[in-house]
């Protein structure tokens, strides 16, 4: 059953419009996040802009595991990015925001609920904010969920899950830290992580460890969670992955 839409669609306006900044929302490892205020000719959005932090900035350094598999970048960089030069970590940077980008468009269209993409910036990219006013929606971390709720809400998130895997991502950083619970659902946020389900040889020790992540989460708030049989379920299978050295 594919997730109904979180915005409606004509959430923003098209055409002109003036963007007012409201200020910082949160610091984060790798970015920080700005709350930004667009006002089109009939209405005004709020916007979550997502600022990633240069790369000898980010608390988080460690690429190695994701790096070389967002496609090809130019032979200088790909060499630069080899030899571990400046040069070599821009062009890192550079992939790994289009990357979160790209990935973001991927899995709105797929149907995953994530926030809205709005636009790419030079440094990150514009989306939706979740929040109610300029209150932003609590990660799923703070949130206590009643069992009810909580069983309803890890069914709804395998299924994210396995909409995710199947066009071919892995979240790679899930976990109640990486889900906003806005109006009664969660919503995926922070993609920076994610690999190709089909390419990246740790996609499956990835995807073991998102829903290992999430489970405990959801074993603490009374369900009770059977990862073996989650992930059969979001469409693991030895086929699969066969060809991944990392699988296990
Ligand atoms: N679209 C959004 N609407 C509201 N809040 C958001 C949105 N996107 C991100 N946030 C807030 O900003 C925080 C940081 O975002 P995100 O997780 O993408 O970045 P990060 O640099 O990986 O941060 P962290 O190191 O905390 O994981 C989130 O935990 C969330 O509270
Ligand atoms: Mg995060």
Redesign the pocket.
């Known amino acids: 059953m594919p997730a109904t839409r979180l915005f409606p669609a004509d959430w923003l306006d098209v055409g002109s419009y003036q963007d007012v900044p409201l200020g910082l929302?949160?610091t984060?490892?790798?970015?920080e996040?700005h709350l930004v205020a667009r006002t089109g000719t009939s209405k005004t959005a709020l916007l979550?802009e997502?600022r990633f932090k240069a790369w000898d900035r980010r608390s988080f350094r460690d690429d190695s595991t994701y790096r070389g598999v967002w496609g090809q970048g130019t032979r200088r960089e790909s060499r630069a990015m080899r030899k571990n030069t400046r040069y070599g970590h821009v062009a890192v940077h550079a992939r790994w925001i289009a990357h979160e980008w790209d990935t973001l468009v991927r899995l709105a269209d797929a149907g995953v609920t994530v926030?809205p993409p709005v636009e790419p910036t030079e440094d990150g990219y514009r989306?939706?904010?979740?929040?109610d006013g300029a209150r932003?929606?609590p990660?799923l971390s703070e949130t206590h969920l009643d069992p009810r709720t909580a069983t309803r809400v890890w069914a709804e998130l395998e299924e994210e899950v396995a909409r995710m895997l199947a066009v071919d991502v892995v979240h790679g950083d899930l976990s109640a830290?990486?889900v906003?619970w806005w109006r009664g659902r969660a919503v995926l946020?922070?993609l920076?992580q994610a690999v190709d389900a089909i390419t990246h040889p740790a996609a499956r020790a990835l995807l073991v460890r998102d829903v290992d992540r999430l489970a405990g989460y959801f074993r603490r708030h009374g369900v009770v969670v059977d990862p073996r049989a989650t992930l059969a379920r979001v469409g693991d299978s030895p086929a699969r992955f066969a060809r991944q050295v990392l699988s296990s």
């Open positions: 929302l949160k984060g490892k790798e970015s996040v979550a997502k926030p989306m939706a904010f979740i929040g932003a929606a990660r830290f990486n906003l946020i922070d920076s």
